[in-house]
């Protein structure tokens, strides 16, 4: 089945422990992005990144790092998670071809505490 | 700075009727368009798109509806269904970046 698979669905943690949100894409996909969404905010790109070892920032990257060291990889790295950063954090890929729409994980939620 | 809205939060349809979620855009430089589907638990889902030289295109009881001349994205939902009620998310693409509206919550009433 082409799916996005992200792991932990759920994840508590502490101010500054560093932590890491995986992502993987069955489908051969070029393009993935990471996005936070929070109530009345509604979706927001963190990073995203258009093939291998290619990444870029989107609208709120800051505290944020990613990696794109395989293609069906783009793991989501907190080095030292903050409040602000409680959310629920989606993984999506897509072809890297104009016009093709999103393929959404079912998403991680992050509290820090 | 330009983005993607929905008219309205929130939306009651009863069951059988057809649902109608708008969405107001104001990039004139999007060139393609998505509604998605959240359901509670889950990723957004996408239903329909449609590319900025279109005005209407249709799927399974879906129709959206691009008016570029007012800015303004449309999506029907014939028949509306007890599974059909989710957070709704029209979204705008400028070559690769995706924005997304802060989406319509649409209930639907037996």
């Known amino acids: 089945e082409a799916q996005v698979t992200q792991n932990p669905r759920y994840l508590i943690t502490v101010t500054g422990k560093k932590l890491t949100v995986t992502c993987s894409q069955n489908?051969?996909?070029?393009?993935m992005s990471w996005y936070r969404q929070d109530p009345g905010l509604g979706l927001r790109q963190i990073y995203y990144s258009m093939n291998v070892e290619v990444t870029d920032k989107g609208d709120v990257p800051e505290g944020y790092k990613v990696s794109r060291k395989e293609k069906r990889n783009f793991p989501l790295i907190l080095e030292s998670p903050s409040p602000n950063q409680t959310s629920l954090y989606f993984c999506a890929s897509s072809p890297l071809g104009r016009n093709s729409p999103l393929h959404f994980g079912n998403g991680t939620r992050l509290t820090v505490t | 700075g330009e983005s993607v809205g929905l008219h309205l939060p929130t939306l009651s349809v009863q069951e059988g009727d057809n649902s109608i979620i708008n969405c107001a855009y104001s990039?004139?430089?999007?060139?393609?368009f998505i509604w998605y589907k959240q359901e509670s638990g889950k990723g957004p889902q996408f239903i329909i798109d449609i590319r900025s030289n279109m005005d209407k295109r249709q799927g399974q009881r879906v129709t959206v509806l691009l008016n570029k001349t007012v800015k303004h994205l449309s999506l029907q939902i014939a028949a509306t269904q007890p599974g059909d009620s989710a957070v709704y998310f029209c979204a705008e693409m400028e070559d690769y970046k995706l924005s997304f509206g802060a989406g319509t919550t649409v209930t639907v009433r037996a």
């Open positions: 990039n004139s430089a999007s060139d393609y």
């Open positions: 489908m051969n996909h070029e393009y």
